[in-house]
């Protein structure tokens, strides 16, 4: 085999993809523990006081359009 020239081999050199790989295998347990904050929290839904349906608190209900005691929308859909 010939003798590479020192240009060609520095060429070869910088044309390698480098591969970034843990050093070490993340254990289970390890693991679990950085993913126990991804877990879903179910919907707080609460009983309309009007019309006895469940909606997310502090929404408007979308059968009777109820905000709170002082606030109703109006859910009729005509335009005025």
Request: proline content about 4%; glycine content about 4%; overall charge positive.
């Amino acid at each position: 085999m010939a003798a590479a020239s020192g240009d060609g081999l520095s060429v070869r050199l910088l044309r390698v993809r480098v591969v970034m790989v843990p050093v070490q295998k993340k254990s289970k347990c390890a693991k679990r523990k950085r993913r126990s904050h991804h877990s879903l929290t179910p919907a707080n839904l609460v009983t309309c006081p009007k019309c006895v349906n469940l909606r997310r608190s502090h929404t408007a209900c979308s059968v009777c359009g109820l905000v709170n005691h002082r606030l109703m929308l109006d859910l009729s859909g005509e335009k005025s």
